[in-house]
């Protein structure tokens, strides 16, 4: 079962970082933490993209996977933005006093 | 045997980096972390014959994002974040839902791994043009359409992140 690695291997190993970075953006209260959190998922999802690419040996999932990458980084890009803007109004990078919206 | 030792000691690197990275107290040690977590990522990509995305992965995602966000981190004074309760009140709810999606998750990959019947691997070919040229060659046939939009949306970014960081929004 843990010998020869097979695509299996890499969906298990997929699966932990999806849930990892899940548990990030659901439980933590700083910020940052939440944005790395959902890089930590985009990657999990880059993850099962090779092994289908590699298991079909077709290179449709690598391009997929760029496509990932780019919006990664815009919504890096992004969001840090976000971020700034809010400390400079808040005071704050604690997202769950970050409450305008709540009632 | 060789690949079978390299698996785990880039999964290891990409689990325990992930683990660390949502449960340090200081952002700079979770950016760490997460790059860690990142290296080991880009090891599996290139035990997948993933070549050029092992590149972009280490060029991109550490050499691009991870700056950004150390840069941020170095922006935003975040001495007295890390002496906060670092959980917020709802993480076991959170924690409990994790569990039952994990369930989920590892049910059907124990029923899906026998009767989905995945095609044996292919056979890789001798010779044949490089990985980058073959994501080249899709790239830019197939994909070009998503491509030039994935353009604009950089574009849309960037002009959206100048304009949120300047001084007065």
New interface residues.
Partial sequence: M????T???????S???L??????V?????I??I???I??IL?AV??NL??F????????G??F???V??????????G??????L?RNKET????EIDLLKW | MM??FF?YVF?LL??AG??L??T?RS?VH??MW?IV??LG?AG??LL???E??FA??IV??IG??MM??LF??M??N?DE?SR????????WI??A??IA??AE??FF?KTG?GSLK??P????VAGGPG?TE??AD??FS??LL?FEV?SV??L???V??????KKR?
């Fill in positions: 843990l010998y020869p690695i695509t299996i291997h890499y969906l298990v190993l699966a932990a970082l849930l990892i970075g899940t548990l990030g659901l439980a933590r209260r700083n940052f933490i944005l790395m959190s890089e930590l990657n880059n993850i090779i092994a690419s590699h298991h079909y040996g077709q290179v449709h690598q391009v996977a760029i496509f990458i780019t919006v990664a980084v815009a919504e890096a890009a992004v840090l933005g976000i971020v700034i803007a400390f990078v604690q997202a769950d | 690949d079978a698996f999964a990409a689990v992930a683990v990275t949502i340090r952002a979770a950016a997460l977590s990142l990522v599996l990509y997948q014959k993933a050029f995305l972009v992965q991109l995602y691009g994002i950004l966000f941020v981190i922006l935003v975040l974040a906060l309760r670092q959980f917020n009140k709802q993480w959170a924690l839902a994790l999606v994990g998750i590892a990959l791994a995945l095609p691997p292919a056979a890789a990985n073959l994501v899709v790239l197939e994909y998503p994935a949306l950089l849309v970014a960037i959206g992140s100048v304009m949120l960081a929004i």
